[in-house]
């Protein structure tokens, strides 16, 4: 039985993994020009190892992140779609949940263009 709280805690894991694969992505930036400067100073061999570690390990975060937000946000739809079967179809807490499964697809169209 899908309930409002249900609906807001879903909608908040959704915000939640969107912030964090934004954060990820900002990370390998952060990482790769780090690396890069470190390449063009020509550093230590090991340190420019251990900097590339860091780096691959940050990448690998970012297709965990899209399975997990692909994930929670197919949940979100199914808790929306519950509801209005329900007759529960107003109100700010559903208004909210829909904003932000338009701003994930959003984010999803983006990233596949």
């Known amino acids: 039985m899908a309930t409002i709280r249900n609906l807001k805690i879903k909608t908040s894991t959704c915000k939640r993994i969107e912030k964090e694969l934004h954060s990820y992505e900002k990370e390998v930036e952060r990482e790769a020009a780090k690396t890069a400067d470190m390449k063009d100073k020509g550093a230590d061999p090991y340190d420019l190892k251990q900097q590339e570690n860091v780096l691959g390990e940050s990448r690998m975060m970012i297709p965990d992140c899209h399975k997990r937000l692909e994930a929670a946000l ?28 338009a701003d994930v697809e959003k984010q999803f169209h983006t990233d596949d263009a």
Do not use: N
């Open 74 to 101: 197919a949940d979100l739809k199914s808790t929306l779609a519950e509801l209005a079967e329900t007759d529960e179809k107003e109100g700010p807490e559903i208004e909210d949940a829909k904003k932000t499964v």
